[in-house]
DNA sequence: TAGATTGTTAATCGATTAACAATC
DNA sequence: TAGATTGTTAATCGATTAACAATC
């Protein structure tokens, strides 16, 4: 594109592809959901499956779903369609599926109790290797077939069983610590639930889910439909009516580095 | 950009924004982060706050920040920066968060149990009106302090309270027939916890949470470090290599209705 | 006034999509 | 061969970012 549009010389969709090797992101988090959906499509012994088909089960439109398989290899047959098992082990494998990843979930409350429970670990090639808990009443109890351990053994478990990941499910005011004794115990991949914003070196992924963050974005849509069938613009116009009540108020700068923690 | 460079006739970002009076979806994702370390700077009486400041709270860079806040008017001062209490207020505002949304949970068992311990809720505008389960033996349990009401009560419920925020934390194979009750009823909002593609009518918006995607796509860039570690280019040469068993089998197209849902 | 910081511009980057040549 | 469907192209769209003029 900076080289100019009409040169062929300019870089091709192949040679974009191939610099760092690199899938892009939203092509990555769409691959378990196509997953999925052929899994289940081995599960009823389906064969075949077209990209229109596999991209309606899966929720996307077929141009999308081709040009993310298309970064993976060419492992479908034109007139024909994809292979259903061959391609559940490509992406398996793509996902880094076909091998053991033992994680470890800390913060054994109501949360930390469902995804303890949940199936869907099992399934894929997630193994959970211990639960922690800095509550010491809890430690010994029985969650989801396994024993509740103490927080003084994280660093120790994660290092017998290389564990790589870790889940968070602490209250908010634990996490940051929480995160930072995994991170020092060698876990490279977080998924943090607590709804604080986790700072962690290079070289460590963190993702996270928040319950309360996706409430508030359907809330906004909700709201622009109850608006849409009033006015045309009722949202232009109380805007400008809206109280700038604190708008004098200057004041000097402050550091937020411990509101953030 | 469609209309070339160079004219000065090529519309604004001014024009572009006031089209249709859109936020875009990746503001609107990221105002409840602001909001939140906004509402830290607030609970200990932080009156201004820079853009760098917030942005470093929020785990995103300035510019991203002032970009996403200039969607929502100007409400900053020069060299001097945003007053916390009306930010935090004209963004609960326009996430629809000063009005009061009652949702009802669907599927009692460990995770929704869960979800309706999580504090999250409450603090913002959202409010547990039910808790619904088919199972009749959880009816009348109570469980953070409400009773578990049984199914059959569902679209009662949701008319006399007015709910248009419906969570889904069924099994799997629930979840679809929950959800048509749910837009039945008059629901346009749903939060699906359940690993499933659901298929709702046009003005009904649908937000997915999927534990078992997120580790997988942390389980992907998991898999890229031990690689990078190893040989340059390890990924391409082991693709070519592996088998190709299965591509022959080539066989009839399959419908997969049943499949997906 | 001098210093600070916003709001906006414009360039760049990445993702989506329709269309179709390649090919089974 | 005729029909079907992939893999790729190229256009479009949306999001990110650095830089800086406007302005408190």
Known sequence: MSTGRSTPSS???GERRSRGRGIPDATVARLPLYLRALTALSE?????????E??????VNSAKLRKDFSYLGSY??????????????????????TQDWPVVIVGIGNLGHALANYGGFASRGFRVAALLDADPNLTGQQVAGLPVRHMDELEEIIAADRVS????????????QVCDRLVAAGVTSILNFAPTV????????????????????????????SADESVAAPEAASVAVVSRRARE?????????????
Do not use: M
């Open 44 to 52: 009823r012994s389906v064969p075949t499956v077209s990209s229109e």
């Open 11 to 13: 870089p091709t969709p």
């Open 198 to 225: 986790l700072s962690v070196p290079d070289g460590v992924d963190v993702r996270k889910v928040d319950l309360s963050i996706e409430l508030q974005i359907l809330a906004f849509h909700e709201q622009r439909k």
């Open 54 to 59: 596999l991209a309606a089960a899966a929720g």
């Open 165 to 176: 990941i870790g889940v968070i499910t602490t209250p908010p005011g634990a996490a940051q």
């Open 249 to 261: 108020h200057a004041a000097p700068h402050v550091t937020l580095e411990e509101a953030a923690g």
């Open 76 to 97: 479908g047959t034109r007139g024909v369609g994809y292979d259903v098992e061959y391609l559940v082990y490509q992406i398996s494998r793509e996902l880094g599926l």
